[in-house]
């Protein structure tokens, strides 16, 4: 079982093999393509620091703790209907994304995220709204 943060929960969905560190990267590659081989794989929603923080490089501030990360999460979550605490596969949460979320929702949800820009997230959700999961990294 894996634990994380509301805001990973679409962070998963934009990933294409590129992040902080290469610590980080291997770690969030390890994930990405656990969850995409293997959907019925368990995650616990948690409130903080998760397991993909755990590798984000110590060389300058931890935004993991960043109160505006705290409200991406809450804001992500409430979109989702899902709380803090909850045990779900992940075929499951990608089921509630199909359901509650559009791409346009990451312009909005995600107006701060230095990856925004890229405009993987929306494409992940694109993706999922057409029947495909997380993208295969290599």
């Avoid at 634990?3 to 770690?27: A, I, P, Q």
């Avoid at 979550?77 to 909850?86: E, F, N, R, S």
């Avoid at 890229?118 to 959700?125: A, F, K, N, S, T």
Wanted: charged content about 25%.
């Amino acid at each position: 079982m894996y634990k994380l943060r509301g805001h990973h929960l679409f962070c998963l969905l934009g990933y294409r093999g590129m992040g902080y560190s290469k610590e980080y990267v291997e770690n969030m590659t390890l994930l990405h393509q656990t969850l995409r081989n293997n959907p019925k794989t368990s995650i616990q929603i948690i409130k903080g620091p998760d397991q993909l923080c755990e590798k984000y490089p110590n060389s300058g501030e931890y935004h993991c703790l960043d109160r505006h990360i705290y409200e991406r999460d809450a804001a992500i979550l409430d979109k989702l209907g899902l709380k803090i605490g909850q045990i779900l596969s992940w075929e499951f949460i990608e089921s509630c994304i199909r359901k509650h979320i559009t791409p346009s929702d990451i312009q909005l949800v995600c107006e701060t995220c230095s990856w925004r820009s890229y405009g993987v997230c929306e494409e992940g959700i694109q993706d999922l709204h057409e029947g495909k999961g997380l993208r295969e990294i290599k």
